[in-house]
């Protein structure tokens, strides 16, 4: 089972639930939960909830074989704790889907440090199919972050956005 997250932001995340209800149209055999979160665009394809709570949230973390999600960080540390491959669709500024691109300057690093797959701005559910069969025959790294590159990625980031500020 294929569990794909957008998580509770505020923001409509509509790009990544076509791209995951376009599966369908290429592996009909393929079993997908969704949440939706505040997304408007109603999947046809396979089932969902606009949201779930806590304990149905970790009951499908621990069940699914891949995790689809938003590049939040705590989805992100969620994936590393129960042990399953991630593959991230991170939200872009702009395309209003939040403030800023720190989810991709997030979904980067994990990719870097080999502990997710990513699909990108452009990326469709063909990529995303791709991306589902690579995770299912690929380990990713179990080991824990390196916390002192991940701090320095975040200060970059950070002082990338301040600099854009003033």
């Known amino acids: 089972m294929i569990f794909a997250c957008v998580g509770t932001n505020p923001f409509e995340f509509e790009r990544f639930v076509k791209i995951v209800d376009g599966l369908h149209a290429i592996d009909s055999s393929l079993e997908v939960c969704l949440q939706i979160g505040f997304t408007s665009y109603t999947p046809t394809n396979y089932k969902y909830e606009k949201f779930v709570n806590l304990g149905e949230y970790h009951k499908y973390v621990s069940q699914c074989d891949v995790f ?73 790294n179990p080991e824990r972050p390196n916390k002192e590159l991940l701090i320095k990625n975040i200060n970059k980031y950070i002082l990338e956005i301040d600099g854009a500020i003033k």
């Open 68 to 140: 689809i999600a938003h590049a939040g960080t705590g989805v992100s540390i969620d994936a590393m704790k129960h042990r399953k491959n991630l593959i991230l669709i991170p939200r872009y500024g702009e395309l209003n889907e939040h403030t800023d691109n720190h989810q991709l300057e997030l979904a980067k690093y994990w990719e870097e440090q080999n502990r997710a797959f990513v699909i990108y701005k452009n990326d469709g559910s063909d990529a995303l199919h791709k991306k589902i069969v690579e995770a299912r025959s690929t380990r990713l």
